[in-house]
């Protein structure tokens, strides 16, 4: 299991997000929490070329789509915010 810590953009982005939208979000960010970088396709995948871990979380609600960029915390000095 790791620690999923966010971005003051994510935090935002996730508080404006309709209540209907909500519930896909925490479960895919669950998913990410219990397999880490393992968590593989259609949930995640690498993005290449990156000269990190940087990885595509797929958010799927309703007939909405939404890609969550997510890195390890160390690879990057922006404020970040703890999931739980």
């Known amino acids: 299991m790791i620690e999923v810590i966010t971005t003051d953009e994510f935090a935002s982005w ?28 259609p949930a995640s995948s690498a993005i290449n070329g990156a000269s990190f871990a940087l990885r595509e979380l797929r958010i799927k609600s309703s007939s909405r789509a939404a890609s969550v960029l997510c890195v390890r915390p160390e690879a990057t000095s922006s404020d970040h915010h703890r999931w739980r």
Not at 21 to 35: C, M, N, R, T
């Open 14 to 41: 996730f508080g404006e997000l309709d209540e209907v939208h909500v519930d896909p979000v925490i479960v895919a960010v669950s998913k990410l929490e219990q397999a880490g970088v393992a968590l593989g396709h």
